[in-house]
């Protein structure tokens, strides 16, 4: 390491209230130590041993003191970056139309629509009837609901169709525990409140009944309710429950209006069940029962519902079939299955339908016409786009809204007529700072895998920059469940980019990208695949003169956590630093404990450690188990207390063990939230705050 990035960390005073009896020495400052209290098991024939599995006990004094040591070190350390943290938050908040108004939509006579005040970190959610011009009615202002809350989120609401009530789902712990509320609009009441339950609500036609969701101890949803106003939530019809710990069940209402799906979805397979909304007291009915491997998903037009899958489609394809006769044997082909196209989804309305389709590695929109099954793109203007759906709540209309944006372009929302094809700008996302796209440059490459698989590569970078290595790059990844990472507008990597580094994108496998075998060869047996990518990628990009590996830096989270986690045991040296974002490290232990949130329907992403092949193949990348005596990159990790995604001893044992058996002086952080959940804090200005401290962090690392 270059000593004058040494003499960067060398200052201050030992942190007080470190935990353990022997510190160990980083750089002149004492980290906290784990205390080493050894947990065996067997398994496979392999005598396992957890020093660190005590860090599970969050009602433990001795867990507090752990992480508060650890919060204390890592302000520490970095309190010499303060103005610089400052400096970038006014950045970041500088590039925020603070008080702003998102674009209305229209509903049931309505136009909805959220608007966000200066200096206050919600938003406030409203109306106006019949007209934009109308006067504003106010349905829910967060900031009020999170008034002296270290942490409010919304898990979703939910309008009565006749407008007059209004449901919504709050959650006051980060933990995903929602207490249902139905508020009198007329009267700002509280008319109704449910506790304990899940994210997914739909209302019957009658404005009277609704259907909720409940969850098991491990958070999976796993049935639907039905309540009627007026009545005791004691009293409540269970419409339906799924036992298979496999399954994951939701709950939605048909644009059309006129179903409520239940979705009992796992990640293999399908079965999904709708009841009418005018005759709410129905028994569900199934639109196919579940098969082994295959996957689909239902929407509603006409007499027909239209469902898309996997089912003899490796790419998918979509398929409709009467509402009173649902089942395979009715399935006829309505958008056949292509092996050089990658079907995502289906946006259905009364005339027309939008086909989400990825080719290429890119989105693309395909505007159908539901009885004559012609078809026409709706044209991107540039090579690397990001472009999604939008708020789209009218069944019989003609236009279709879309929110578009590419790394020099912002967030962009368009409203596209079907049948002109003409589309209009409602509103591009304002930089008050200011923001000249002339100079930046986008360029999209694809890099050579170690097995001869080309993976594609967003990056963004200042034009005219020298391809001489001498630029710091950060490189970030995602690369699980299928996700795709598109290559959008992101304002806040400019603080970045114009201090000279290189941004970009490894569209690795275990996304969808390239389509559903991109996805398929990123996951259980093949998860491998997934890191040797992002290495694959980061060695190319250093090769083509982007950056050099003293100057490179890894950034995931989550799922993407895993993959940090990784590539910082299997390649050190490639990395400056790392930064580790809420990260799922504990492979093995979490996969083997299905009392955990995720846990036991994700033993069809990453394999049950019960079975012998499954162990071996995690054993071989999981970040904890793999812990060595060797020198690691700058390493900052982040996580919060109250994370039920992953948990927070993960990333915790994580640490513990890189602290105990790491041989270099490099820094390792680790900052907890003690209040947030799986994404950080709740409000937009405490978020901007733990981007820039993380944007100090890397700006350190590869400080000259």
């Known amino acids: 390491m270059n000593l004058n990035r040494r003499r960067a960390w060398r200052w201050g005073l030992a942190v007080a209230g470190m935990v353990g009896a022997v510190p160990m020495m980083v750089t002149g400052q004492q980290a906290p130590v784990a205390p080493v209290k050894p947990r065996y098991q067997i398994l496979h024939d392999e005598t396992r041993v957890d020093n660190y599995f005590w860090l599970r006990e969050k009602s433990n004094p001795e867990v507090t003191k752990y992480l508060e040591a650890e919060n204390a070190y890592t302000a520490a350390r970095m309190r010499h970056t303060e103005a610089l943290q400052d400096s970038l938050y006014k950045e970041l908040l500088g590039r925020i139309k603070e008080t702003d108004t998102a674009v209305p939509y229209r509903k049931d006579g309505y136009w909805y629509y959220s608007r966000t005040e200066q200096g206050k970190g919600y938003p406030i959610y409203c109306r106006k009837k019949g007209s934009l011009t109308a006067p504003e009615e106010i349905l829910l202002d967060q900031n009020e609901l999170a008034r002296d809350k270290k942490f409010h989120a919304l898990g979703g609401t939910d309008v009565s169709p006749d407008g007059t009530l209004l449901l919504y789902l709050e959650d006051l712990t980060a933990f995903r525990e929602y207490t249902l509320y139905v508020k009198n609009l007329a009267t700002g009441q509280i ?247 002339t100079k930046y440059e986008v360029r999209r490459r694809m890099a050579p895998a170690r097995d001869g698989v080309q993976v594609p590569v967003s990056i963004l970078l200042k034009r005219g920059a020298n391809m001489d290595g001498s630029h710091p790059l950060l490189l970030y990844a995602y690369g699980s469940y299928g996700a795709t990472t598109e290559p959008g507008f992101n304002s806040n990597v400019f603080s970045l980019v114009d201090r000279g580094f290189v941004y970009a994108i490894a569209h690795i496998r275990g996304g969808q990208e390239m389509g559903r ?168 200005y405490d978020r901007l705050k733990e981007i820039a401290f993380n944007y100090a962090f890397m700006l350190e690392a590869v400080k000259n």
């Open 191 to 437: 008319v109704e409140k449910v506790a304990d339950v899940w994210n997914g609500t739909a209302w019957a036609d009658d404005n009277k009944t609704f259907f909720y969701m409940r969850a098991d101890a491990a958070k999976r949803g796993n049935s639907v309710w039905r309540h009627v106003l007026g009545t005791p939530a004691a009293k409540d019809v269970k419409v339906f429950q799924e036992d298979d710990v496999l399954n994951n069940v939701g709950l939605g209402r048909s644009r059309s209006g006129k179903y409520v799906f239940i979705t009992n979805d796992s990640f293999t397979s399908s079965e999904w069940r709708f009841v009418p909304t005018a005759t709410p007291t129905a028994e569900p009915k199934v639109v196919a029962v579940r098969r082994p491997f295959v996957e689909y998903s239902v929407d509603h037009a006409g007499g027909h519902f239209y469902i898309y899958t996997n089912d003899s489609a490796k790419n998918f394809r979509v398929v409709r079939a009467p509402v009173n006769d649902s089942y395979t044997a009715a399935w006829e082909n309505w958008l056949p299955h292509r092996a050089d196209v990658f079907v995502e989804g289906i946006d259905l309305f009364a005339t027309f339908a939008v086909v989400m389709e990825r080719r290429g590695g890119l989105r693309q929109l395909r505007v159908v016409d539901l009885k004559t099954k012609t078809g026409h793109d709706i044209e991107m203007p540039e090579a690397a786009y990001a472009v999604t759906p939008s708020t789209n709540e009218e069944f019989a209309t003609r236009s279709y809204r879309f929110n578009y944006s590419s790394p020099v372009t912002p967030a962009s929302v368009f409203d596209y007529d079907v049948t002109t094809h003409e589309r209009v700008l409602k509103k591009r996302r304002e930089i008050p700072s200011g923001f000249d796209a």
């Open 517 to 684: 075998k991109w996805y398929d060869d990123g996951k259980m047996l093949r998860k491998m695949n997934t890191f040797n990518d992002f290495i694959d990628v980061a060695k190319y990009l250093v090769k083509a003169g982007y950056t050099k590996s003293d100057r490179l830096i890894a950034q995931g989270g989550s799922a993407g956590g895993l993959l940090m986690g990784a590539v910082a045991n299997m390649q050190p040296d490639l990395f400056k630093a790392i930064v580790a974002e809420v990260p799922f490290v504990d492979v093995i232990n979490t996969m083997f404990d299905e009392t955990l949130p995720l846990t036991a329907q994700e033993w069809e992403q990453w394999g049950n450690p019960r079975d012998p092949e499954h162990y071996d193949y995690m054993r071989r990348y999981s970040p904890y188990d793999n812990v060595e005596k060797k020198a690691y990159p700058w390493l900052l990790v982040t996580t919060s207390l109250n994370d039920s995604q992953v948990m927070y001893w993960e990333p915790a044992k994580w640490v513990a063990k890189l602290r105990a058996m790491k041989t270099d002086g490099n820094p390792l952080l680790f900052k907890v939230n003690m209040a947030g959940g799986h994404g950080g804090s709740s409000g937009r």
